[in-house]
Structure formats: C-alpha cells, structure tokens
C-alpha cells in the first residue's frame, strides 16, 4: 500500500517576475524548476527534459504544451504527460498562489524506484509491439503478396494490388493517429503506449519488404528470413 506524504510547499518566485518572463528557471532544495506562466495560471516543471536532459526552460509553450528545442518532445504543461513515446513524462509540481508569491509542493514521489521500473518495463513492452508488428507485418505483406510480386518483377511498379492494399493500410493508419490526436488525451501510459504501437507497426519496414521481396526475386527465400 503506498504511504501518503505530507505536502511540502516551499517558495520559489514572485508572480510578477514569472509573468513578466513568461518563463523562470529557478534552483530551490536541490531542484531545478522551470516555471511558466501560461494564460492566468503558473505550472511548475522538472527543468530536465526527461528524453536526454536538456534544460526545459528552453523551450517554447503553446496552446498548453511544452516542447523541448533539442529533439521537439513535447509534453502536456498540467501533468507532464508526452505526447510522443520516445520521451517519459516530464514531472510536474503542484502550484499554489499566495500573496503575489509562487508556492512549490516538493514532497517526492512515494517510491521513485517501482516507478522508474514500471516506466521501463512498459517502455520495453511498446519497444517490443512496435518493432514485432512493424517486421511481423512486412514479412506476412511479402509472403501473402508473392504471387502479385513474382508476376510484377519483370514490369517495375505494376502491382496494382499490393500497393492498392498497402496504400489503405497506410491511409488507415493515418486516419487513427489523427483520430488519436483530435481526441482529449489521458496520457493513459498502461495501454496507450502498446496500442500506439501496434497500429503505427501495422505499415511494414520498407527495409524488411525490400530484403523478402528481393530474396523471392532470387529464390532465396530462407537468406531473406536469415537477414
């Protein structure tokens, strides 16, 4: 059962001096804090971007989320939440307001180390769904096509039905990214993280489609799978 922690709020800034840059990083009990203030309110974040460390405060927010200039993660400013998978969550704090001071509750998580191994556990797990689906749908694409392939060698970029089939996977895959995108985000990392996956892996690696079609090409079907 998870022990509940007292809050520990601590002072870090004045409001004004944070509205007035927009952006403040500030050091407070062996914390680097980026804090930014967006419309009416001020959010307070782990200046490390959690994908490689790179100082936050950098960075630019809009409409609500922040993205980090070094490789364009980009985060949900209220709970840390990524919006792409190869970055964590950033951490968050809770922010309070009183008397023109901006209050910090620092009290840490309950247990760092189960969530840092659940995080990498699932991170592991997507990892694993993306590249089986990515490769296992390639090589079932290739195989289920080779009748198509075969009688299209001889005249390059004539096989109506396997890119027509591969062009809806692709349109398919499209339309629920998007779908994904337009709908409000939870940032539910227990499943979110391995559908993602699964569908973005649905549309074979080129690179495996190439080496099987070519290894057919020479009737060399089991090199193609070595490789």
Partial sequence: MAIQQAERFVRVARLDDVRE??????????????LFASGDDVYAVDNRCPHMGFPLDRGTVRDGILVCHWHHARFDLVSGGTFDQFADDAHTFPVEIRD?????????????AAYYRARLRDGLLTGIVLALTHVG?????????????????????????????????IIATGLFLLWRTARPHLHSHASDGKMLAFVTGLVPCPLTTFILTYAIAKHQLAVGFAA
């Fill in 137 to 169: 749908s390639a090589i079932l694409f290739v195989m289920l096509g080779v009748a198509v392939i075969s009688r299209s060698l001889a005249v390059a970029g004539r096989a109506p039905a396997f890119e027509t089939a591969s062009a809806l996977l």
């Fill in 100 to 112: 023109g001071e901006i209050w910090v509750d620092l009290t840490p998580r309950a247990d760092p």
């Fill in 21 to 34: 840059r927009g952006c403040l990083p500030v050091q407070v009990d062996r914390h680097t804090l980026a």
